[in-house]
Nanobody
Framework: EVKFMESGGGSVQPGGSLRLSCVASGFTFRDYSIAWVRQAPGKELEWVSSISTQQSTFYSDSVKGRFTISRDSGTNTVTLDLNNLKSEDTAMYYC??????????????RGQGTLVNVST
């Protein structure tokens, strides 16, 4: 069974930082691109970032320059560093397999998520 376990969320002030982690299991981690997606209250799911099997990274325009994605195949972990956080980054963050023909378009097997709350 494919599983993702996200952690690292919390409450921070605007301008603050967080590190989100996602541990994957139940599939051959090195064979899949992995994405972070988020969903704010009352809004649709939004793609945030993806990392390919070859460590190429991709970001949405809304987070480019502020977020950094990385992966470690030794521990089956994908990390998302969030810097210079803004109130509009408040959302539940999930990781998932990125399975589309283009990055950021189709996802499988989202985890339970970790909540990021950015407020004063």
């Amino acid at each position: 069974e494919v599983k993702f376990m996200e952690s690292g969320g919390g409450s921070v002030q605007p301008g603050g930082s967080l590190r989100l982690s996602c541990v994957a299991s139940g599939f051959t981690f090195r064979d899949y691109s992995i994405a972070w997606v988020r969903q704010a209250p009352g809004k649709e799911l939004e793609w945030v970032s993806s990392i390919s099997t070859q460590q190429s990274t991709f970001y949405s325009d809304s987070v480019k320059g502020r977020f950094t994605i990385s992966r470690d195949s030794g521990t089956n972990t994908v990390t998302l560093d969030l810097n210079n956080l803004k109130s509009e980054d408040t959302a539940m963050y999930y990781c998932a397999q990125d399975v589309g023909s283009r990055f950021g378009k189709a996802f499988n097997n989202r985890g339970q998520g970790t909540l990021v709350n950015v407020s004063t």
